[in-house]
Structures are given as C-alpha cells and as structure tokens.
C-alpha cells in the first residue's frame, strides 16, 4: 500500500474514499493530483483562477446562513471560509491557503474534482450528457461540482457519515416524469434530494443552513416528508416546518450556530 516517496514531495495526506479503503495524496507543487493544483499560497487580496477553484472547495463553509460568491476575489468572506474549513480539519486556522490547506483539498478531492464522498454519477441519475435542463450541459454540471463540495462539508460536519442523494440535476424529461416543479432548481443541476438514514430529514435540513445551500426544502413543506430537498438558488428560500427550519430563522439564533 505504501510506496516510497520522492524528496520533491512537500506533503503526505491521508483520507478514506467512500469504500473505506486508505487513499493517499502526495502534494507538490508541481503537480499534486489529476484534478487541479494550486501553484502559490492564497491569502486576502489575491484574485484569480486559483482563488475561485478554492472557493469553489470551500464553499460549504460560508457561515450560518451565507452563500460564498464563487468570483475569483479572494476577500473577507473567502478568509473566513478559509478559516472555517482550516478548523474543521484541525489545521492551522491562518485564513491563508498555503500547502497544508491545498494538502487536505487534495486528500479530499477525486481526480475528476469531486470530493471523496460524492460523485458525478450520484448527482445525475437522469442522463450522462447533462442536457436537457435549463442551462447549458457544462453549467448544470459545474453546479452539481459546487452543491458536491457544499455536502461534503455538511457531511463532516455531521461526523463523516454517509450522505445519499437520490436525485440531484434532471433534465425537462426526466423532472416531469417525477413530477418536479416546473422550474425546479434540478433543472439547473444545483439541487441534491438527500434520503434519511444515519441522519434524519430534519438533521440535514438544520445543517443545511451551515454549508451554503440557498434553497432547503423538508419536513412540513408540501411533497417533501420523504425527503430534505437543498439547492443553490440565487435567494434564500427555506421551509422545513415540522424541524423549525424557515428563512425568518436570524442567523443569531441558530441553534446549530457554525
Ligand atoms: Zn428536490
């Protein structure tokens, strides 16, 4: 399992993908994984391709109640995502991505981009092309991409125990034959229908407040006692009556705080 490492290595990471079995990343600056690898450290006032690509990954860690802007700026709230994610892996929490930041992303994330626990395939049950909805294919799944790194830190957050998705981007075909809303937020692949089991509906729709997801529909909200509905809508809409999850909640009060 192990095998020797080159001097050029900087970093070993240690993660476990959704079989159990021991995954390892070695970064570099060079090159860390097939997915993406970030040549400098990011800190407050950097802008760029890199600085998105991170917001991108942690965007599951706004605060309460926030959605992160995935705009390439790195500013105050990109830091304090930084910094929550840096805490939520026991790392120095500096706000600053530099190699240790970059070696957990690595660790976490599969060489098609996806975090460890998540996967294209799960997000799309309805087709392999994503078209067919009401954005461009590459959009739909650019969007399941985020709405991916949003459970993911929902789903450490919850102690690591699985998350499943029954339903995450429909095309118009596949959204009518279920029955979805007409502008279901599945038609623009940023949505995930999460199923009971190790957590209840209403645990995912509290914790759903924490990791950025805009829109959370559950418990109590007509058509959704079987499952926690999340997505990525461009404003707020929260209704999970029977777990006392509404948008009129003030952050402040949030039980679950950050
Ligand atoms: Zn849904």
Request: a neutral charge.
């Amino acid at each position: 399992m192990f095998r020797r490492l080159g001097k050029a290595f900087l970093a070993l990471a240690l993660g476990l993908s959704t079989t159990g079995v021991a995954v390892f990343a070695a970064a570099t600056p060079a090159h860390a994984d097939g997915c993406y690898t970030w040549g400098r450290t990011l800190s407050e006032g950097a802008g760029g391709e890199d600085v998105r690509q991170l917001q991108i990954r942690v965007s599951g860690y706004p605060g309460s109640g926030a959605v992160l802007a995935l705009d390439g700026a790195f500013g105050p709230a990109t830091r304090s995502a930084v910094v929550r994610f840096q805490q939520a892996y026991g790392l120095a929490a500096d706000g600053i991505a530099g190699p240790a930041t970059f070696g957990k992303l690595y660790a976490l994330q599969d060489d098609d981009c996806t975090p460890v626990n998540f996967s294209y395939a799960e997000l799309n049950r309805c087709n392999t092309t994503w078209a067919g909805g009401n954005v461009t294919a590459a959009t739909a799944r650019a969007n399941a991409l985020v709405t991916m790194w949003k459970l993911q830190a929902m789903r450490h957050a919850l102690g690591d125990q699985p998350i499943v998705v029954t339903s995450g981007f429909r095309s118009a075909a596949c959204n009518s034959a279920v029955g979805g809303a007409s502008n279901s937020r599945h038609l623009y692949g940023d949505a995930a229908d999460l199923a009971a089991g190790p957590h209840s509906l209403c645990t995912l729709a509290q914790r759903a407040r924490n990791h950025g997801f805009a829109g959370i529909l559950g418990p109590g909200y007509p058509d959704h006692n079987d499952h926690t509905h999340v997505d990525g809508r461009p404003s707020r809409y929260w209704s999970a009556p029977n777990c006392g999850v509404s948008a009129a909640i003030s952050n402040l009060m949030d039980p679950l705080g950050d």
